[in-house]
């Protein structure tokens, strides 16, 4: 069990063409992942081309830093990690 929160920020750009691996590598550590949340802009006419995929994560700390360098090993895939610890 993690002794602090962990977020991920990942920003995908053409999420089209990059998403069934990047959700490839989010299957292989589904059991560290607690919540997930996927943005994008869309309206009635528009659907943008880039995504944004928050992740809570959960277990343990060597898999969740694992998961984050297999996401950012990837072309248009950006992340970002935010910690928080508890006190």
């Not at 607690?34 to 060597?62: M, Q």
Request: aromatic fraction near 4%.
């Amino acid at each position: 069990m993690l002794q602090k929160h962990i977020i991920l920020g990942i920003h995908v750009h053409n999420r089209v063409k990059r998403i069934p691996n990047v959700q490839t590598v989010l299957t292989e550590f589904g059991c560290n992942i607690k919540t997930r949340i996927g943005l994008h802009d869309t309206d009635g006419s528009f659907c943008s081309p880039n995504g944004l995929i928050l992740l809570e994560l959960v277990g343990d700390e060597a898999q969740c830093d694992e998961l984050a360098r297999k996401l950012g090993a990837m072309d248009g895939v950006e992340v970002q990690k935010i910690e928080f610890d508890h006190p």
